[in-house]
């Protein structure tokens, strides 16, 4: 069900899957051009490498009957564990894969001792905000991020404690 992206062959196929899925999924959002933008900046296949190699990160696919159906990755901070993405392919939603790659990203906390998961999410993503509180997470702060090229990441802050 999880596999862990270590290679540089899943690393590109990890980059080609997050481009699928954001071009879809947040173009209604933030709008085709800072979608781009954000998948050169934060999910090409160099970047998720130097994460991988640098800053404590690790990146799972979601498979699902044999197919890559989404993807996490998270990183090890000293007191939590900052799940920086999940994302499930619009053709395996409502499958109950969120909700089990959840329950992997908890495990993983509970692996690496740690009492808190968070993430940030934009403030319009209204469907995936309704489905992290379902799950427990609680809004905790706002943060509006300038990540270059005049564009903005206007988040909230949640938080799970397990």
């Known amino acids: 069900m999880f596999h862990q ?3 540089q062959h899943d690393i590109q196929d990890l980059a080609e899957l997050a481009s699928e899925i954001w071009l879809e999924h947040y173009t209604p959002i933030i ?3 800072q979608v781009k933008y954000m998948l050169a900046t934060f999910h090409s296949a160099t970047r998720i490498k130097q994460q991988i190699a640098a800053e404590d990160y690790s990146y799972y696919f979601i498979e ?3 197919k890559y159906a989404g993807y996490l990755g998270v990183q ?5 564990l900052f799940l920086s993405k999940i994302y499930v392919h619009s053709q395996h939603r ?3 894969l969120a909700k089990q790659a959840m329950n992997f990203t908890k495990q993983l906390a509970k692996d690496f001792k740690l009492q808190r998961i968070s993430l940030t999410i934009n403030r319009h993503n209204h469907d995936s905000i309704a489905a992290y509180q379902k799950m427990g997470f609680v809004k905790v702060a706002e943060q ?3 990540i270059g090229q005049g ?3 206007d988040d909230w802050v949640m938080a799970l404690t397990l």
């Open 5 to 7: 992206i270590k290679e």
């Open 31 to 33: 709008g085709e051009e």
């Open 64 to 66: 699902s009957e044999g």
């Open 76 to 80: 090890r901070q000293e007191e939590q």
């Open 94 to 96: 409502g499958q109950g």
């Open 144 to 146: 509006c991020t300038d």
């Open 151 to 153: 564009y903005v990441m």
